[in-house]
């Protein structure tokens, strides 16, 4: 057999594709997954960081409202080490209708969501950060998710059932033997080199994205792309996610992440030829300032660490190109018997949180026609660095008096932590202070998690993503990636790239403490460094 | 509390002034928060190529020898600058030959000196370059604590085992022309460098790490103590908060710690730095200067302020206060009377003072000669 030759090929390295190729991947099936840049770079790390309960939906959106809670259910058990179990609060505030709060608990209760309204007092005593003037509150099974982990603990496990990951790679094209697709053409945007892989099925699983993918196939997925802007705040002033009891809205959800918190969304239809250039606008920082600090009125003087835009794949029902029947619920598309091509497949819409069951959908789709009966089993096989749920345990099992840098590691890597312990201090130096990464985590997601870039880095180890958004960890990261690669030039050109991405986030944003951190920033880089 | 010139900031500037004040016989004070610009230092005044005989004379006397050779630094990343006047410990390449060879030593375990990126760019010109880990039983209380492993607490042990250090570096070298350093040597005692350099067999090369910077540090530590030693008040650890003016004149100001007492002087010099040291603070609408509320240079639309380009000049950078051409600041369009502005206050780059250490140093003697003559007047 060719090495080329592959049982499918997944198209997309965001959480959808790198859950496709897990669960194809734990089927039996030999795969590879084909990313243009890298893991988790569209919708999947461009958005809260939610794990929904469902809540949001209970009342618009009974079926997506069910389908959360129990992802939510199962993620809490799979993939316990990128989850934050904060639970959730949707408050009444003042300006807001309190009659909507017993149509909202009926809502929930029917979707199956434990919704519990509780007294304000009390949730002011839960959330001291909520806005002290509500007047309802229910509290609900929300918590946080890291995407970038998520995406990465799938890739992991894909691998180590054999899959394939080619990142930095582009599809340039599709090989068709007539009306059947039979392989992509390739082209690495790194190297320049052209590869062509063939597979019997390809799995479109690029977001937003996949409508240009299944264009070259020569299909149309009528698609509506709509942007969400978001902040992120330099502190974790809420422990649990807050929300507003009310239609869902712009800039309605705050939630925890790590050491900071997160404010979005707002919604804005935007042209193809956008998606991979969001920028937030001046009235969308307004904006979501201003409802943020309704939730939580400490954010009206947080600073703020960075602005960011994603784009949801949303998926125009019945290809209605006004986009009025938008649907958010999980859309699969056998391109076979929609539109005579054999051989492809397009999982799209749906959400962050549903992304196992979108995968499992997929995979049933890919092994009907291999004409595989195997039963898929991402419900209940936890992820690696899940093993074990809490990473308090999880640090006392690997160390005996973890330090802090070490209990940070197993909270971003569960289980998979015990890799970097080494009984020598070289591992132990810390990279990054703000986020007390060391010298192991980063090593290890050059060595086992594909990085090569020091944005690979962030998205993988949270390197730059503190309050100094990069400051120095940019130049010792950019060292071991030259220890590892032994291309000097390279990683050098890489810092300036990963200034210029951290800069993209903080200019929007650029006053206060943010624009301190980056007049020294700039300065040492230019002045003192020599960049 | 009386003096005759109040300075806000205790950086290059800040010293600078005060220093020629002082030694001009005037009383003075200095404010200082205790951060400045010079804790990342690069060492060089970039805008300089020769030292005006004063300042050479003002840091001679605080025991810093500056210097200057045409030809080229090596910047930490690996890159190449024109040269420019320096401290005596950062060294010139007369420019890097190609044959030569180079020996860069570095610590194990220290990931704040760049020894493959100095060697690419060495290499890019044609000097072979060979790289050293030491592996220092002294550094391992520092390797202990992942974050201790810094530019400063390993001066700290240097200044104590520098001559251990250079006999094992000595045993490094084979046949290299150029041995290449950490600027991890002199924190305390000046001449560590120098002695570093005399004692070992080819060029040494001093090159910067990441910050906080050594010899920067250094100056910082002797242009203080220079200023005590001449008889000036320095009060490390704080701020001014808020300034009495009456008709375009301060009168005195209020600090932090110094509760109901004021500082009272015929002059006023504002030093206090740029956004780093919060000399310029900002918010969603305005850039402001925080004590005065001076007149601060900005486009009125904030998107305007930033170029979205990372490397590229950045506007806000520019951004300072405004002045008339003696330095007095302006508050509402107006020169205030006995309060100057000197240093990156006025904005990273002055056509007249040039950037950085430069024109933190040329901006504070022109506000000396300033306050000088209008005395005399």
């Not at chain 1, 991402?378 to 209990?407: D, F």
């Not at chain 2, 025991?63 to 060294?91: C, K, N, Q, W």
Request: proline share 4%; aromatic share 6%; glycine share 10%.
């Amino acid at each position: 057999m060719d090495k080329n030759e592959y049982d499918v090929i997944i198209v997309g390295g965001g959480i959808t594709g790198a859950g496709t190729q897990r669960d194809c991947a734990m089927r039996g099936l030999r795969t590879l997954l084909i990313e243009r840049s890298d893991i988790a770079t569209g919708a999947t790390g461009r958005n809260h960081g939610l794990l929904h309960s469902g809540a949001r939906y209970a009342v618009n959106d009974p079926e997506s409202a069910e389908e959360c809670i129990r992802e939510n259910r199962i993620l809490r058990s799979i993939a316990a080490h990128c989850i934050d179990e904060t639970d959730g609060l949707f408050i009444t505030l003042p300006e807001d209708d309190l009659a909507y709060q017993k149509t909202f608990v009926e809502a929930c209760r029917k979707a199956g969501i434990d919704a519990e309204i509780i007294d304000p007092d009390l949730a002011r005593r839960l959330e001291p950060a909520v806005n002290p003037d509500l007047i309802g509150a229910v509290r609900v099974p929300d918590g946080g998710v890291d995407p970038f982990r998520l995406c990465a603990a799938n890739m992991l496990d894909a691998k180590l059932h054999g899959g394939q990951v080619r990142l930095h790679t582009e599809v340039t094209g599709f090989i068709r033997h007539g009306d059947t697709v039979v392989g992509v053409r390739t082209r690495n945007l790194t190297t320049g080199v052209a590869e062509d892989f063939y597979a019997p099925v390809i799995v479109n699983a690029g977001g937003i994205w996949g409508h240009g993918i299944a264009e070259l196939a020569g299909v149309h997925v009528g698609m509506y792309p709509a942007k969400g802007a978001l902040l992120v705040f330099a502190h974790r002033v809420n422990n649990m996610v807050i929300n507003r009891c009310r239609k869902p809205a712009n800039a309605d959800i705050l939630v925890p992440g790590d050491t900071v918190c997160i404010i979005g969304t707002t919604s804005t239809r935007i042209p193809f030829e956008e998606c991979d250039t969001v920028a937030v606008t001046p009235e969308e920082v307004t904006l979501l300032i201003t409802e943020g600090a309704k939730m939580a009125p400490v954010l009206s003087s947080t600073r703020i660490l960075r602005a960011y835009a994603g784009v949801r794949p949303l998926v125009s029902a019945d290809d209605d190109p006004t986009g009025r029947n938008i649907s958010r619920g999980i859309v699969c598309l056998d391109h076979e018997t929609r539109d005579g091509l054999k051989g492809l497949i397009t999982i799209t819409g749906g959400k962050l949180m549903t992304y196992r069951l979108m995968a499992e959908i997929a995979t049933d789709a890919v092994c009907r026609k291999l004409h595989i009966d195997k039963a898929c089993e991402t419900a209940t096989t936890p992820l690696p660095g899940s093993e074990e749920r809490s990473y308090e345990a999880v640090a006392r099992k690997i160390w005996e008096a973890p330090s802090m840098a070490q209990k940070a590691a197993a909270a971003r890597m569960g289980t998979s932590a015990a890799r970097i312990q080494t009984g020598d201090h070289l591992d132990e130096a810390l990279i990054c202070e703000c986020e007390e990464v060391s010298v192991g985590e980063v090593n290890d997601a050059i060595e086992r998690l594909d990085a090569t870039t020091l944005t690979d880095l962030r998205r993988r180890t949270r390197i730059g993503m503190g309050t100094c958004q990069g400051e120095f960890c940019a130049c010792r990261a950019a060292g071991l990636l030259a220890k590892a690669s032994g291309c000097v030039e390279r990683e050098r050109n890489g810092i300036a790239d990963f200034m210029q991405e951290r800069w993209k986030g903080n200019f929007p944003i650029g006053w206060g403490d943010t624009l301190r951190e980056a007049e020294y920033t700039q300065w040492v880089y230019k002045h003192v460094l020599g960049l | 509390m009386k003096f005759n010139t109040v300075i806000i900031g205790g950086g290059l500037c800040g010293l600078t002034c005060g220093i020629a004040l002082q030694k001009a016989g005037r009383s003075t004070a200095i404010i200082s928060t205790g951060q400045n610009a010079l804790h990342f230092f690069s060492g060089s005044f970039e805008s300089l190529t020769e030292a005006p005989a004063r300042m050479a004379d003002l840091f001679g006397e605080a025991g810093i020898r500056l210097h200057y050779r045409e030809g080229v630094r090596l910047m930490p990343l690996g890159t190449f600058r024109p040269a420019a006047l320096s401290l005596e410990d950062i060294s010139f390449f007369p420019k890097p030959k190609i044959g030569e060879k180079a020996l860069i030593v570095s610590f194990k375990r220290y990931h704040d000196f760049f020894a493959a990126f100095l060697a690419d760019g060495l290499e890019k010109q044609g000097v072979a370059c060979r790289i050293e880990w030491l592996d220092l039983p002294e550094l391992e209380q520092l390797e202990k604590s992942p974050s201790e492993m810094r530019s400063v607490q390993i001066a700290r042990t240097m200044d104590r085992i520098w001559e251990k250090v250079v006999g094992e570096i000595r045993a490094l070298v084979q046949d290299e022309d150029i041995i290449i350093l950490p600027q991890v040597f002199g924190l305390k005692d000046t001449s560590v460098p120098i002695r570093i350099r005399e004692s070992l067999p080819a060029q040494v090369v001093f090159v910067g790490t990441l910050p906080p910077s050594v010899p920067g540090i250094r100056t910082q530590m002797l242009l203080k103590r220079r200023y005590e030693l001449l008889g000036g008040t320095y009060l490390t650890g704080d701020e001014a908060t808020d300034a009495h003016v009456h008709e375009g004149r301060v009168h005195s100001i209020v600090t932090k710690n110094l509760d109901n007492h004021f500082l009272e002087a015929d002059n006023f010099v504002l030093a206090s730095g740029g956004f780093f040291s919060k000399g310029l603070k900002s918010n969603p609408f305005h850039i402001f200067e925080p004590v005065f509320g001076l007149d601060v240079e900005q486009a009125e639309n904030r998107s305007d302020w930033y170029h979205p380009q990372f490397m590229h000049d950045q506007p806000y950078m520019a951004y300072g206060v405004k002045t008339d051409a003696a330095l007095h600041a302006l508050r509402e369009g107006a020169p205030m009377q006995n309060l100057y502005a000197a240093g990156s206050v006025l904005g990273a780059t002055r056509p007249e003072f040039g950037s950085g250490a430069g024109l933190a140093v040329r901006s504070a003697l022109a506000v000396v000669d300033q306050i000088l003559k209008t005395e005399a007047e």
